[in-house]
Structures are given as structure tokens and as C-alpha cells.
């Protein structure tokens, strides 16, 4: 298996501008979690789904950010506008039943200028 | 509430030295325990897990760590630092509610080795 895959690996926009993050996770596994992780603020989980569903998205920081899980193979984290602050490294991961350990991907390093 | 506490924010060893990382954790029930390394622009990697099977628990590149219950603790060590040891490591605990799933990761320990 290829692993938890994430594109694009760079992104650099401008404020204002729509940016869409995009996951892949390991095949069979039924979780799937987005995080955030800055200097200031660490690991921070911001949403995270089950067989597709969102399950806790208490996490998401504001309504510019919204996540979906169309399907068991792909999910996108979405920010529009997007703002400086919002710059960071984005993980995703995915694991198989409850308690047991997070597969993460590469990350996308976002830069919003 | 769970929680989990990693007491040293920054660790620096010689090379050729032991390591330890203290990770000290709160749940109200027998957790599973996990540490996690990230090296520079990568992703987190599993370093190795407890799950209520042996206390002493041996994970990848010659860590381990043993889960004391009368400490809450969870400590990560190495018999020796390498080069490549340097990096960032979490130590994570799973969450008390039944059917929860979001692991808790505490604030991080960058591991410093000198040559």
C-alpha cells in the first residue's frame, strides 16, 4: 500500500483565494482525520470522519473551512477565503477501528501570503 | 478527562548517549499509548504503541518505552542516540468515550543530538 497520500505537498496562494487540500487514505480503513500543525499552536485535529461521515468537526477553526469525504478512497479540506493565519503544515491520516494508530500522510505545507 | 503531558519541551543528548522522553498521562481508564516521531518536513510515524499487553514495549530504531500505571507514565527511551535520532516526538493517548477515535497528542519533545 502506498500509504496515506496528500496532494498537492506546496501550496502557495494569495489571501482571499480558495485553497483545496486533498487526501487519499490507506485502503480499508474507516477513520479519517485532518490536521493542523503550526509553531505556535502544535498538532491540532480539526475534523474527523467515520465510513464517510463526519464525526467531530469541533475542531474546524472557522466557517471559512470545511471539509467532505464523498467517498471511502477521497477527502478534501477546503478554506475559502483563505487568510494568512491560516498558514501551516495540513495532515491527514486514517486508521482502521477505534484505538488503534493513525496512518498520517506527508502533509501539505500551505502558505498564504 | 484524558490528557497526556510531555514534560521536557526540548532534549538534548550527545551521540552514543541514552535518550529519555517523559510523557506522563491522565485517563480515567487502562488507555492505549503511542509515541510518534516526525523528522523535518515529514509526516508523524508510528514509533511504537502500548495496548494493554506487555508493560515494556519495543518499537522501531531501538526505542522503547514502558508503561507504569502507578506513575501514569509512559516514557520513551534509547540506549544510545544516533544522528538520526534528532526530531520531534509526541506521545498520544487514546480517549476515554467508548467510540471515540480522536487521539489526544501532547505538545511535542525536539530531540537535539551532538556529534
Redesign the interface.
Known sequence: DAG?IQSPRHEVTEMGQEVTLRCKPISGHD?L?WYRQTMMR??E?LI?F?NNVP??DSGMPEDRFSAKMPNASFSTLKIQPSEPRDSAVY?C?S?TE??N???????T?LTVL | AQSVTQLDSHVSVSEGTPVLLRCNYSSSYSPSLFWYVQHPNKGLQLLLKYTSAATLVKGINGFEAEFKKSETSFHLTKPSAHMSDAAEYFCVVTPDQTGANNLFFGTGTRLTVIP
Do not use: C, H, K, M
Not at chain 1, 494508530?101 to 502533509?107: A, I, L, N, R
Open positions: 496515506v477513520y482525520f502544535g498538532l485535529l474527523y467515520n464525526i467531530d495532515f491520516a486508521s477505534t484505538y494508530e493513525q496512518f498520517f500522510g506527508p502533509g505545507r
